[in-house]
Protein backbone atom coordinates (compact mmCIF):
# COMPACT_ATOMS: atom_id res chain seq x y z
CA UNK A 1 0.00 0.00 0.00
CA UNK A 2 2.71 2.23 1.34
CA UNK A 3 4.40 2.09 -2.88
CA UNK A 4 0.95 2.28 -4.33
CA UNK A 5 0.64 5.82 -2.32
CA UNK A 6 4.39 6.54 -2.83
CA UNK A 7 3.73 6.18 -6.86
CA UNK A 8 0.43 7.89 -6.71
CA UNK A 9 2.41 11.25 -4.93
CA UNK A 10 5.02 10.83 -7.43
CA UNK A 11 2.50 11.85 -10.00
CA UNK A 12 1.58 15.04 -8.96
CA UNK A 13 5.16 17.05 -9.20
CA UNK A 14 5.31 15.15 -12.69
CA UNK A 15 2.13 17.23 -13.41
CA UNK A 16 3.65 20.41 -12.07
CA UNK A 17 5.59 20.66 -15.02
CA UNK A 18 2.88 20.38 -17.18
CA UNK A 19 0.58 18.28 -18.96
CA UNK A 20 1.85 14.61 -19.43
CA UNK A 21 0.44 11.26 -21.27
CA UNK A 22 -0.44 7.56 -19.82
CA UNK A 23 3.03 7.11 -21.45
CA UNK A 24 4.73 9.62 -20.00
CA UNK A 25 3.60 9.21 -16.60
CA UNK A 26 4.43 5.80 -16.79
CA UNK A 27 7.63 6.06 -17.87
CA UNK A 28 8.28 8.28 -14.98
CA UNK A 29 7.39 6.08 -12.67
CA UNK A 30 8.69 3.36 -14.09
CA UNK A 31 5.72 1.15 -14.17
CA UNK A 32 3.37 -0.65 -16.63
CA UNK A 33 0.69 1.41 -18.20
CA UNK A 34 -2.13 -0.22 -16.73
CA UNK A 35 -0.42 0.79 -12.96
CA UNK A 36 -0.24 4.10 -14.20
CA UNK A 37 -3.50 4.25 -15.16
CA UNK A 38 -5.21 2.93 -12.40
CA UNK A 39 -3.05 5.59 -9.86
CA UNK A 40 -4.29 8.16 -12.33
CA UNK A 41 -8.21 7.38 -12.08
CA UNK A 42 -7.67 7.45 -8.31
CA UNK A 43 -6.43 10.44 -8.31
CA UNK A 44 -8.68 11.85 -10.63
CA UNK A 45 -11.54 10.92 -8.80
CA UNK A 46 -10.29 12.79 -5.83
CA UNK A 47 -9.98 15.80 -7.71
CA UNK A 48 -6.18 16.12 -7.50
CA UNK A 49 -5.23 15.55 -11.34
CA UNK A 50 -7.77 16.52 -14.53
CA UNK A 51 -8.27 14.62 -18.06
CA UNK A 52 -8.04 17.06 -21.07
CA UNK A 53 -9.36 16.39 -23.72
CA UNK A 54 -6.18 15.54 -25.41
CA UNK A 55 -6.32 12.21 -23.34
CA UNK A 56 -3.17 14.20 -21.42
CA UNK A 57 -3.49 15.02 -17.44
CA UNK A 58 -2.62 17.96 -15.37
CA UNK A 59 -3.20 19.16 -12.02
CA UNK A 60 -6.85 19.12 -10.58
CA UNK A 61 -8.77 21.86 -9.71
CA UNK A 62 -9.25 20.36 -6.24
CA UNK A 63 -5.69 20.15 -5.71
CA UNK A 64 -5.37 24.22 -5.83
CA UNK A 65 -8.13 24.42 -3.83
CA UNK A 66 -6.93 22.45 -0.96
CA UNK A 67 -3.79 23.53 -1.30
CA UNK A 68 -5.39 27.67 -0.64
CA UNK A 69 -7.61 25.91 2.17
CA UNK A 70 -4.34 25.17 3.89
CA UNK A 71 -2.53 28.28 3.40
CA UNK A 72 -5.79 30.51 4.34
CA UNK A 73 -5.87 28.01 7.97
CA UNK A 74 -2.21 28.64 8.74
CA UNK A 75 -1.64 30.41 12.17
CA UNK A 76 1.82 32.19 12.32
CA UNK A 77 1.61 33.11 15.38
CA UNK A 78 0.65 29.21 16.62
CA UNK A 79 3.56 28.70 14.44
CA UNK A 80 5.81 31.12 15.30
CA UNK A 81 5.77 31.62 18.90
CA UNK A 82 8.29 28.59 20.10
CA UNK A 83 10.70 30.07 18.58
CA UNK A 84 10.00 33.32 19.75
CA UNK A 85 10.06 31.62 23.27
CA UNK A 86 13.44 29.63 22.36
CA UNK A 87 15.07 33.30 20.98
CA UNK A 88 14.20 35.02 23.97
CA UNK A 89 15.50 32.18 26.35
CA UNK A 90 18.73 32.81 24.23
CA UNK A 91 18.99 37.01 24.37
CA UNK A 92 16.55 37.70 27.15
CA UNK A 93 15.04 40.23 24.98
CA UNK A 94 11.83 40.84 24.34
CA UNK A 95 10.73 39.52 21.44
CA UNK A 96 7.69 40.98 19.20
CA UNK A 97 5.96 39.17 15.97
CA UNK A 98 4.13 41.53 13.78
CA UNK A 99 2.26 41.33 10.44
CA UNK A 100 0.01 44.15 8.15
CA UNK A 101 -3.67 44.12 8.41
CA UNK A 102 -5.37 46.92 6.81
CA UNK A 103 -3.03 49.47 6.13
CA UNK A 104 -1.26 48.88 9.76
CA UNK A 105 1.40 46.90 11.31
CA UNK A 106 0.27 45.20 14.37
CA UNK A 107 2.27 43.01 16.82
CA UNK A 108 0.17 39.74 17.20
CA UNK A 109 2.69 38.14 19.63
CA UNK A 110 5.24 39.33 22.47
CA UNK A 111 7.52 37.21 24.91
CA UNK A 112 8.88 39.66 27.30
CA UNK A 113 11.91 40.78 28.42
CA UNK A 114 13.67 38.88 31.61
CA UNK A 115 15.12 42.12 32.73
CA UNK A 116 13.67 44.39 35.50
CA UNK A 117 13.47 47.50 32.46
CA UNK A 118 11.25 46.75 29.85
CA UNK A 119 9.94 48.83 26.86
CA UNK A 120 5.68 49.05 26.67
CA UNK A 121 4.09 47.20 24.12
CA UNK A 122 0.92 45.73 23.95
CA UNK A 123 -0.33 42.56 21.53
CA UNK A 124 -3.27 44.00 19.05
CA UNK A 125 -1.71 47.57 19.45
CA UNK A 126 -0.17 48.95 15.95
CA UNK A 127 3.36 50.04 15.77
CA UNK A 128 5.05 53.20 14.95
CA UNK A 129 4.80 52.48 10.97
CA UNK A 130 7.41 54.99 9.85
CA UNK A 131 10.30 53.66 12.14
CA UNK A 132 9.30 50.74 13.57
CA UNK A 133 11.90 47.93 12.23
CA UNK A 134 8.85 45.50 11.77
CA UNK A 135 7.14 47.61 9.93
CA UNK A 136 10.16 48.36 7.52
CA UNK A 137 10.31 44.60 6.42
CA UNK A 138 6.76 44.20 5.73
CA UNK A 139 5.94 47.65 3.93
CA UNK A 140 9.72 47.11 1.95
CA UNK A 141 8.18 44.07 0.22
CA UNK A 142 5.03 45.65 -1.02
CA UNK A 143 4.78 46.00 -4.78
CA UNK A 144 6.55 49.31 -5.95
CA UNK A 145 3.68 51.58 -6.72
CA UNK A 146 1.90 49.99 -3.55
CA UNK A 147 4.13 50.98 -1.72
CA UNK A 148 4.90 54.54 -3.05
CA UNK A 149 1.51 55.22 -2.76
CA UNK A 150 1.09 54.62 0.82
CA UNK A 151 4.53 56.33 1.73
CA UNK A 152 2.87 59.26 0.39
CA UNK A 153 -0.10 59.02 2.93
CA UNK A 154 1.60 58.72 5.75
CA UNK A 155 2.01 61.36 8.49
CA UNK A 156 5.57 61.34 9.72
CA UNK A 157 5.33 62.29 13.11
CA UNK A 158 9.40 63.39 14.70
CA UNK A 159 9.86 60.93 17.71
CA UNK A 160 13.00 61.33 17.98
CA UNK A 161 15.70 63.43 16.36
CA UNK A 162 16.18 59.77 14.61
CA UNK A 163 13.03 59.38 13.47
CA UNK A 164 12.19 59.40 9.27
CA UNK A 165 10.81 62.71 8.34
CA UNK A 166 9.41 62.31 5.26
CA UNK A 167 8.09 60.13 2.36
CA UNK A 168 11.13 60.52 -0.10
CA UNK A 169 13.47 59.24 3.15
CA UNK A 170 10.76 56.47 4.11
CA UNK A 171 10.88 55.45 0.70
CA UNK A 172 14.83 55.12 0.83
CA UNK A 173 14.83 53.40 3.85
CA UNK A 174 12.40 51.06 2.41
CA UNK A 175 14.88 50.22 -0.40
CA UNK A 176 17.44 49.78 1.70
CA UNK A 177 16.15 47.38 3.64
CA UNK A 178 14.20 45.07 0.87
CA UNK A 179 18.01 44.52 -0.23
CA UNK A 180 19.52 43.87 2.54
CA UNK A 181 16.93 41.62 4.06
CA UNK A 182 16.89 43.42 7.84
CA UNK A 183 15.53 46.07 9.54
CA UNK A 184 16.63 48.30 12.63
CA UNK A 185 15.05 51.08 14.55
CA UNK A 186 17.92 52.71 16.45
CA UNK A 187 16.23 55.12 18.76
CA UNK A 188 13.85 56.35 15.93
CA UNK A 189 10.52 56.00 18.00
CA UNK A 190 12.26 55.90 21.39
CA UNK A 191 15.51 57.57 22.33
CA UNK A 192 16.05 55.10 24.73
CA UNK A 193 14.64 51.53 22.88
CA UNK A 194 16.74 49.98 19.95
CA UNK A 195 15.20 47.23 18.05
CA UNK A 196 16.69 44.63 15.34
CA UNK A 197 14.51 42.56 13.23
CA UNK A 198 14.03 39.62 10.49
CA UNK A 199 10.97 39.02 7.60
CA UNK A 200 9.16 35.74 8.32
CA UNK A 201 8.53 34.38 4.33
CA UNK A 202 5.62 32.59 2.70
CA UNK A 203 6.18 29.69 0.05
CA UNK A 204 6.44 31.73 -2.17
CA UNK A 205 9.01 34.42 -1.00
CA UNK A 206 6.55 37.04 0.12
CA UNK A 207 7.02 38.57 3.86
CA UNK A 208 3.89 37.61 5.51
CA UNK A 209 5.40 38.65 9.04
CA UNK A 210 8.20 40.31 10.53
CA UNK A 211 9.62 39.42 14.11
CA UNK A 212 12.24 41.52 16.22
CA UNK A 213 14.31 41.64 19.26
CA UNK A 214 14.31 44.92 21.13
CA UNK A 215 15.88 46.61 24.25
CA UNK A 216 16.94 49.72 26.01
CA UNK A 217 19.95 51.43 25.86
CA UNK A 218 20.27 50.50 29.91
CA UNK A 219 20.47 46.82 29.22
CA UNK A 220 22.32 46.67 26.20
CA UNK A 221 23.40 49.32 23.68
CA UNK A 222 22.83 49.30 20.30
CA UNK A 223 26.06 47.86 19.15
CA UNK A 224 25.55 45.11 21.15
CA UNK A 225 22.09 44.40 20.03
CA UNK A 226 23.62 44.27 16.69
CA UNK A 227 25.61 41.45 17.25
CA UNK A 228 22.79 39.51 17.71
CA UNK A 229 21.18 40.12 14.25
CA UNK A 230 22.43 36.55 12.98
CA UNK A 231 20.20 34.61 15.62
CA UNK A 232 17.36 36.59 14.72
CA UNK A 233 17.65 36.21 11.11
CA UNK A 234 18.27 32.29 11.98
CA UNK A 235 15.22 31.92 14.00
CA UNK A 236 12.72 34.19 11.07
CA UNK A 237 14.66 31.56 8.20
CA UNK A 238 13.27 28.59 10.32
CA UNK A 239 9.65 29.70 10.90
CA UNK A 240 9.26 30.28 7.37
CA UNK A 241 10.48 26.72 7.02
CA UNK A 242 8.14 25.48 9.28
CA UNK A 243 5.78 27.70 8.09
CA UNK A 244 5.84 27.22 4.28
CA UNK A 245 6.16 23.27 5.12
CA UNK A 246 9.79 22.57 5.47
CA UNK A 247 11.02 20.90 8.21
CA UNK A 248 11.76 23.03 11.13
CA UNK A 249 15.70 23.71 11.18
CA UNK A 250 15.88 25.61 14.58
CA UNK A 251 20.21 23.97 15.11
CA UNK A 252 20.60 24.93 11.71
CA UNK A 253 23.94 27.84 11.43
CA UNK A 254 23.47 30.97 10.78
CA UNK A 255 24.39 32.61 7.18
CA UNK A 256 27.38 34.30 7.79
CA UNK A 257 25.94 37.85 8.36
CA UNK A 258 28.45 40.90 9.66
CA UNK A 259 26.53 43.30 12.16
CA UNK A 260 26.51 46.51 10.80
CA UNK A 261 27.62 49.54 12.35
CA UNK A 262 25.89 51.93 14.05
CA UNK A 263 24.61 55.34 12.08
CA UNK A 264 25.68 58.06 14.22
CA UNK A 265 23.57 61.13 12.89
CA UNK A 266 20.77 60.07 10.71
CA UNK A 267 17.79 57.99 11.29
CA UNK A 268 17.49 54.05 11.30
Known sequence: ???????????????????????????RLGVHKSTALRLLRTLHEHGLVHRQA???????????ALAQEAVENLDIREIAHPYLVDLNEKCGHTVHLAVYEENEVL????????????????????VAITVAAVAKLILADLPEGERRALAEKLDYPMYTARS??????????????????WATDLGGHEE??????????????????????????VVV????????????????????????????????????????????????
Open 1 to 27: MSQTVDRALSILPLLAEGPADLGQVAD
Open 192 to 217: SINCVAAPIRGADGRVIAAMSVSAPN
Open 164 to 181: IPNAAAFLKELATVREQG
Open 54 to 64: DQRYRLGARLF
Open 107 to 126: YIDKVESRYPVRMYSRIGKP
Open 221 to 268: TAEELLTLLPLVRRTADAISREYSGGAPARDTPAPHTRAPHTPAHKAP
